[in-house]
């Protein structure tokens, strides 16, 4: 009987350590939901700042709140892709930061935007953002590509 209980054992800590292996990899099959729960807020301020520029009638206050949501939303993103990149593999780590840069830029217009005075340092500003939207959508299709995360819709 003790040789039974000693092979028991033996079997409880191999599944244990079986477990404990699974467990592990849990994580990065949720990296795709971690990323969507990261990028949605962002990517919803970033709409209603469109929608305010390309309104028929446009109220550059309206623009200017848009824009200071925008960058709380763009910060606290670019924070969580910080914590992130602590849980992705290496290869996938120097995209984020790619992601973030791309960010970091879009930040700077974006208090441009909000400290605008005139209306023409407000659209000069946005004009910039318009211009790093197109480095900031390539860097985060080339992460959710290494997430296989799918494209928002």
Excluded at 76 to 92: C, D, G, I, Q, R
């Amino acid at each position: 009987m003790p040789a039974f209980a000693g092979v028991l054992a033996i079997l409880l800590v191999a599944a244990c350590r079986g477990a404990a292996g699974s467990a592990s990899h849990s994580p990065t099959e949720n990296l795709g939901a971690d990323y969507a729960a990261i990028v949605t807020p962002s990517d919803a301020a970033t709409a209603e700042l469109w929608s305010a520029v390309t309104a028929q009638s446009t109220d550059t206050a309206t623009i200017r709140a848009a824009a200071n949501v925008c960058f709380d939303a763009d910060m606290k993103m670019n924070s969580n892709l910080l914590a992130f990149e602590k849980k992705v593999p290496a290869n996938v780590q120097r995209d984020i930061e790619t992601a973030r840069t791309a960010t970091s830029k879009e930040i700077a217009d974006l208090k441009l935007m909000t400290a605008s005075t005139t209306d023409d340092q407000l659209m000069g500003a946005f004009d910039a953002f318009a211009a790093d939207e197109t480095p900031l959508e390539s860097a985060f299709v080339v992460l959710r590509g290494d997430l296989d995360s799918p494209t928002p819709s």
